[in-house]
């Protein structure tokens, strides 16, 4: 069964970065036919999609973040990392790492979300 | 980006009853197109990819149609665990955006 998780501070102080780790278990990223993508919701608002990382490394993000997000993998801990620097109210949301089948590029598999807040 | 503009944004309706929520793409995006259903506190989950391709456990009463810039999920007939918002996704071209969702609520 294919597992995602998220983690990391659930509140983070305006201009500082915000760091979230997705853990993933069951299954192996490493094939090139899935890839790990994080996605956002706003509160009460629909869903905004970040970026993704496979794991070879190869990487985009979505534009309007404005080169302030970066994905990346730790392979000896199955672990995709987020950062996003600059932070602002704006990007208080419930953060989501899923599942991406390449070629498709639909999310089979999802975290349970985590929730930052940015706020001093 | 290819904007994607759902309809309803949200919509009352009774156990039983068949429902219809819109999906419409600013260009062609073949089909392209994914479903999720969303309950409260949780996380999304697929229910259908490529416009009409049921995952795996979803039951037959959800159904997706369309190609280019106009597409459908039906509910043929509303279940209790039904009430919930739904999302739509376009992967043709990145960035991958959603639409803003559609509330399904009880009448």
């Known amino acids: 069964q294919v597992q995602l998780q998220e983690s990391g501070p659930g509140l983070v102080k305006p201009s500082q970065t915000l760091s979230l780790t997705c853990t993933v278990s069951?299954?192996?990223?490493?094939?090139?036919?899935?890839?790990v993508t994080w996605i956002r919701q706003h509160p009460g608002k629909g869903l905004e999609w970040i970026g993704y990382?496979?794991?070879?490394?190869?990487?985009y993000y979505n534009p309007s973040l404005k080169s302030r997000a970066t994905v990346s993998l730790d392979t000896s801990k199955s672990q995709f990392s987020l950062k996003m620097n600059s932070v602002t109210a704006a990007d208080t949301a419930v953060y989501y790492c899923?599942?991406?089948?390449?070629?498709?590029?639909?999310?089979?598999?999802w975290g349970q979300g985590t929730l930052v807040t940015v706020s001093s | 980006d290819i904007q994607v503009t759902q309809s309803p944004s949200s919509l009352s309706a009774s156990v039983g009853d068949r429902v219809s929520i819109s999906c419409r793409a600013s260009q062609s995006i073949s089909t392209y197109l994914n479903w999720y259903q969303q309950k409260p506190g949780k996380a999304p989950k697929l229910l259908i990819s490529a416009a009409s391709r049921l995952q795996g456990g979803v039951p037959a009463r959800f159904s997706g149609s369309g190609s280019g810039t106009d597409f459908t999920l039906t509910v043929s007939s509303l279940q209790p665990e039904d009430f919930a918002s739904y999302h739509c996704q376009q992967s043709y071209e990145l960035p991958w955006t959603f639409g803003q969702g559609t509330k399904v609520e009880m009448k």
């Open positions: 069951g299954a192996s990223l490493n094939s090139g036919g899935y890839y």
């Open positions: 899923a599942r991406g089948v390449a070629g498709g590029d639909w999310f089979d598999y």
């Open positions: 990382s496979y794991h070879s490394g190869t990487t």
